[in-house]
């Protein structure tokens, strides 16, 4: 099992364009999750999905869309990057309890 | 509004002697709390988890005590070893949804 996978593992931006992070688990998990973490700070939730079409806000979801067409992919987009964007995003996925998280993605905008 | 609080941003112990991270909350309605470890350039991975029917949980060198009056629990790790320094998260589970603290970095002495 590779477990959760994600890519880019960095990426620069200009202000004003668009990305999509990718984000892919193995596992079969019906939940998924993408956090954001700012230096010195926790995660923050962006959005999560609770299985295949169905997603919802979390704390942070200005500035993002998700979508969730299968079990396995969980993709993030950002549409007009802005500088308060420049972060470190996580995925996540879990059957019950404990989520399981992907290496990260550390995103700086300019 | 911080629902999960780590009020210390780093601990510094010696090796071979314990090491004692505390988390405070706020919503009675967490059910489930989570130790996640972080090292950097790296994803949080589960470390331990307890139940709010439980006080304690053990795996090996590590220990979890809840305290649900108080609103508080505390990670311990003994003996502490070289391999424990890490940023280590506090969080707590609602409704499949996580609640992060801040983290504390933990940096184990020689």
């Known amino acids: 099992n590779a477990g959760v996978t994600q890519t880019p593992k960095f990426r620069i931006l200009k202000i004003g364009q668009s990305m999509t992070l990718q984000c892919t688990q193995d596992?079969?998990?019906?939940?998924m999750y993408w956090y954001r973490q700012d230096p010195g700070m926790g995660l923050k939730l962006i959005y999560y999905?609770?299985?295949?079409?169905?997603?919802d806000k979390g704390e942070v979801p200005n500035g993002y869309n998700v979508s969730r067409s299968t079990t396995e992919d969980f993709p993030l987009r950002l549409e007009l990057a802005a500088p308060s964007q420049t972060s470190v995003y996580f995925c996540?996925?879990?059957?019950?309890?404990?989520?399981?998280f992907g290496p990260g993605t550390r995103l700086t905008v300019t | 509004d911080q629902q999960v609080k780590q009020n210390s941003p780093s601990l510094s112990v010696q090796e071979g002697r314990i090491s004692i991270l505390n988390c405070d909350y706020t919503?009675?309605?967490?059910?489930?709390f989570l130790w996640y470890k972080k090292y950097p350039a790296e994803g949080p991975t589960f470390l331990i988890s307890?139940?709010?029917?439980?006080d304690k949980n053990e795996d090996g060198r590590f220990t979890v005590f809840l305290n649900k009056s108080a609103k508080h629990l505390s990670l311990h790790i003994v003996p502490s070893q070289p391999g424990d320094s890490a940023v280590y998260f506090c969080?707590?589970?609602?409704?499949?949804?996580?609640?992060f603290g801040q983290g504390t970095r933990l940096t184990i002495n020689p």
């Open positions: 996540a996925s879990s059957y019950v309890g404990e989520q399981y």
């Open positions: 596992m079969n998990h019906n939940y």
């Open positions: 999905s609770v299985g295949a079409g169905i997603t």
């Open positions: 919503n009675s309605m967490f059910d489930y």
């Open positions: 307890i139940s709010s029917i439980k």
């Open positions: 969080a707590a589970l609602a409704a499949q949804k996580l609640v």
